[in-house]
């Protein structure tokens, strides 16, 4: 599945299907926790290369309109 923004992309048998960063390993609940714990977007991108500003605003955006499910994901991974 794909949302219409093109650099968010579901993918099975990638990082558990969660929603990434198109073309990367890179779990968009990992890009929104980083957010809730203050880290500057400039930190971000520094922390992910491979990613620019517009993929991780992108994130950023699908994670504000389907926070339950991020918020799961994130509770999911970080309770073990």
Do not use: F
């Amino acid at each position: 599945m794909s949302t219409t923004k093109s650099s968010i992309e579901c993918t099975a048998g990638v990082c558990g299907g969660v929603p990434c960063v198109a073309g990367t390993r890179i779990p968009v609940w990992v890009l929104e926790r980083s957010r809730q714990l203050g880290i500057s977007r400039e930190d971000v991108l520094d922390d992910y290369p491979t990613i620019s500003d517009a993929d991780l605003l992108a994130a950023w955006e699908y994670a504000d309109s389907h926070r339950d499910e991020i918020a799961s994901q994130i509770h999911e991974n970080e309770s073990g």
